[in-house]
């Protein structure tokens, strides 16, 4: 089971942490990555990082604003978030991939196979 949480309302150029506990599984099994889903919108890749966490992807528009880590110990995955923008509002949503490969990072919501019920971001200008 994935548990998101972190979410909520801050102004333009806030930032915002979001966290993702994992329980029931052991987080060094998964690659892991955050989506995010605009209403209207398809849920899209927002970063993802490799069972090892030698690895970490980014879409193009959080590069260098997003950070996604994780803690193995405490089994959770983080997602920081600096200079948000109006355009960040959306449900994010974690998820975890039972890949074996210890570097790969999918970027598809295909490529998981569980998901967090998702946190609500909204970012106001």
């Known amino acids: ?3 998101a949480s972190g979410g909520g309302l801050v102004q333009a150029g806030g930032s915002l942490r ?5 329980s029931g599984r052991t987080l060094g099994n998964y690659a892991l990555g955050w989506f995010r889903q605009a209403p209207g919108k398809e849920r899209g890749f927002v970063a993802g990082i490799s069972r090892s966490g030698d690895s970490t992807l980014y879409e193009d528009r959080v590069k260098g ?4 880590s994780r803690d193995n110990a405490k ?3 983080y997602l920081e978030m600096n200079s ?7 449900v994010y ?8 490969i210890p570097w790969r990072v ?3 919501p ?5 998901w967090g019920q998702g946190t609500q971001v909204t970012v106001s200008s």
Do not use: H, M, W
């Open 1 to 3: 089971q994935l548990q």
């Open 18 to 22: 979001l966290s993702c506990a994992v």
């Open 65 to 68: 604003r997003f950070t996604i």
């Open 75 to 77: 089994n959770t995955v």
């Open 84 to 90: 948000l923008k109006p355009e960040d509002t959306a």
């Open 93 to 100: 949503y974690c998820a975890a991939d039972p890949t074996p």
């Open 106 to 108: 999918g970027v598809s």
């Open 110 to 114: 295909n490529e998981y196979d569980y």
